[in-house]
T-cell receptor
Framework: GIQVEQSPPDLILQEGANSTLRCNFS?????LQWFHQNPWGQLINLFY???GTKQNGRLSATTVATERYSLLYISSSQTTDSGVYFC???????????FGTGTRLTIIP | DTGVSQDPRHKITKRGQNVTFRCDPI?????LYWYRQTLGQGPEFLTY????????KSRLLSDRFSAERPKGSFSTLEIQRTEQGDSAMYLC?????????????FGQGTRLTVV
């Protein structure tokens, strides 16, 4: 099956810093989503972005499908941004999301 | 619409007991997924439904697990003869599949602890 790898696995930043999270996938995809998992375990939708670039406030994401990667940018980090960020994809011929390994982000006041 | 709803939020059970979880998807979403997440890992696919038809089951879904989606609305996931290894967060998601577009939305999860 498709492999989804995220980097870095852990990231610790000072409040106000910017960060870039990366998601690499091993096969062509027709769906890609970024999620933030809150401390209670719920997966919050950040972006649905199988290709191109989107922005939502301090967050933006870019997917280069032909090169099989996606990036999530967080600017001016706040402590509420802490948590685990997951990338998840659906590859062609498939109907289910396959999740990456996650990036644990910790923002220090 | 209040999003995907799961019940209960937490369940503690003794080994060997049966448990059942419920998921109510977003109205009119035709796809419903079940995932399992253990500590420090990403969610792993268990099974999914298109309307009332169960179209795919993971090898993770042993014969102790069964899922239903009667009438294509809510879904239940039952685990029989629970084992300590079943302790995990069980997540439900739904999507409205229209061609290739199928953005999934997740519920708050049911955290199962088997003692």
């Amino acid at each position: 099956g498709i492999q989804v790898e995220q980097s870095p696995p852990d990231l610790i930043l000072q409040e106000g810093a910017n960060s870039t999270l990366r998601c690499n996938f091993s096969d062509s995809v027709n769906n890609l989503q970024w999620f933030h998992q809150n401390p209670w375990g719920q997966l919050i939708n950040l972006f649905y972005i199988p290709s191109g670039t989107k922005q939502n406030g301090r967050l933006s994401a870019t997917t280069v499908a032909t090169e099989r990667y996606s990036l999530l940018y967080i600017s001016s980090s706040q402590t509420t941004d802490s948590g685990v960020y997951f990338c998840a994809v659906i590859n062609f011929g498939n109907e289910k999301l396959t999740f990456g390994t996650g990036t644990r982000l910790t923002i220090i006041p | 619409d209040t999003g995907v709803s799961q019940d209960p939020r937490h369940k503690i059970t003794k080994r060997g007991q049966n448990v059942t979880f419920r998921c109510d998807p977003i109205s009119e979403h035709n796809r419903l997924y079940w995932y399992r997440q253990t500590l420090g890992q990403g969610p792993e696919f268990l099974t999914y439904f298109q309307n009332e038809a169960q179209l795919e089951k993971s090898r993770l879904l042993s014969d102790r697990f069964s899922a239903e989606r009667p009438k294509g609305s809510f879904s239940t996931l039952e685990i029989q003869r629970t084992e300590q290894g079943d302790s995990a967060m069980y997540l439900c998601a739904s999507s409205l599949a229209q061609g290739a577009r199928a953005e999934a939305f997740f519920g708050q999860g049911t955290r199962l602890t088997v003692v």
